[in-house]
């Protein structure tokens, strides 16, 4: 036996000292060595699923959009890239900027995606929020900072509040639409979910959430659409400045529509009849206190004013790609 117990253990010194099992080790620190030294510099591309895939922190002027489970930091001024990594590798589907631009919110597909919340200038994770089970299709941070507002795929049926700092979910509610755009008021008291034949305002009661260790019932009430209640509400805007009692929503046939305080659609204007450039889709609004912008198809870009939806102006779209400025020249 005890001859036996040696040959097994000299069989097993010559299988280790064999050459083969030495290139693989070689391979694999050779592997770990280029993994040391690849360093990823620019990014093309963009793998956006809607409109709530790109961000734009408005005091930096830096632009976010993802990369796969990338999210690429564009800074267009220096044309300048930097880029945080998702080392879970799943898919990055939204983000969003913090009020005051230093962090940024994502969220995921896959299997028990997370709401991560990011540093944006040390693109380092700061923390991993896991409720959703199939997906988030939009996040927000609210304009206090105090919350992270995330919505899962319609296979989810998930609305959370998140108390981000503390990491837990202070509200949450099902929705049994598919939700593909989420604003917050200008004072943070509620938030409003547009998407297929839904436009619904959610009530954060303080009081309640800053009080109760539990997850509290979100309080939600639809939007009143009246005869537009077949639409898609592809996007929606919260009103700001003397505007903040209303609510601005875009249809993806094209129609502007404005809710009023009362949770009542007000008024509605086409974009396609507001001037000589014919276009029927709209994808994205976007308003200040003084400007409604409404981004449609062809890169067609309106402007309205948020009291009286009045037109104001088009604005020039973007040169074709691969076309030389300087090489254009004024006609005399």
């Not at 080790?25 to 790109?54: F, Y």
């Not at 631009?101 to 380092?124: F, L, N, Q």
């Not at 004013?305 to 300087?326: A, Y």
Request: charged residues 20%; contains cysteine; hydrophobic residues 35%.
């Amino acid at each position: 036996m005890a001859a036996d117990g040696a040959t097994i253990k000299s069989r097993i010194r010559s299988l280790l000292r064999s050459p083969s099992i030495k290139l693989r080790r070689s391979k694999a620190q050779h592997k770990e060595n280029l993994g040391s030294k690849v360093v990823l510099e620019k990014v093309l591309g963009i793998t956006a699923p809607g409109n709530r895939a790109l961000a734009c922190d408005p005091r930096s002027g830096l632009v976010a959009y993802p990369a796969g489970c990338v999210v690429v930091l564009l800074n267009p001024k220096k044309n300048k890239q930097h880029h945080i990594f998702n080392h879970s590798r799943k898919t990055i589907t939204t983000l969003a900027f913090s009020p005051d631009g230093k962090y940024i919110v994502t969220g995921e597909s896959g299997h028990m995606p997370a709401v991560r919340v990011w540093d944006v200038s040390e693109c380092v994770q700061v923390v991993a929020l896991q409720e959703h089970k199939y997906g988030v299709s939009c996040v927000a941070f609210s304009p206090n900072s105090k919350y992270i507002v995330s919505v899962g795929y319609h296979h989810d049926m998930i609305i959370n509040v998140w108390s981000w700092k503390k990491n837990v979910v202070v509200s949450s509610n099902k929705v049994s639409s598919r939700v593909t755009a989420v604003s917050f008021s200008d004072d943070s008291s509620y938030f409003v979910t547009a998407g297929n034949r839904h436009v619904k305002f959610w009530y954060l009661d303080h009081t309640k959430t800053s009080k109760v260790s539990s997850t509290v019932p979100l309080s939600g009430r639809s939007g009143l659409l009246g005869e537009l209640r077949n639409n898609f509400f592809s996007d929606v805007a919260c009103g700001r400045g003397k505007q903040a009692a209303s609510t601005y929503c875009i249809t993806s046939s094209g129609l502007l529509c404005e809710f009023n305080e009362r949770r009542l659609l007000d008024k509605w204007v086409e974009l396609r009849r507001v001037d000589s450039v014919t276009t029927c889709q709209a994808t994205c609004v976007c308003v200040t206190e003084e400007l409604l912008f409404c981004g449609c198809a062809d890169g067609t870009v309106r402007a309205f004013s948020p009291v009286t939806l009045h037109f104001l102006f088009t604005m020039p779209r973007p040169h074709p790609l691969g076309c030389d400025i300087s090489s254009l020249r004024h006609a005399r």
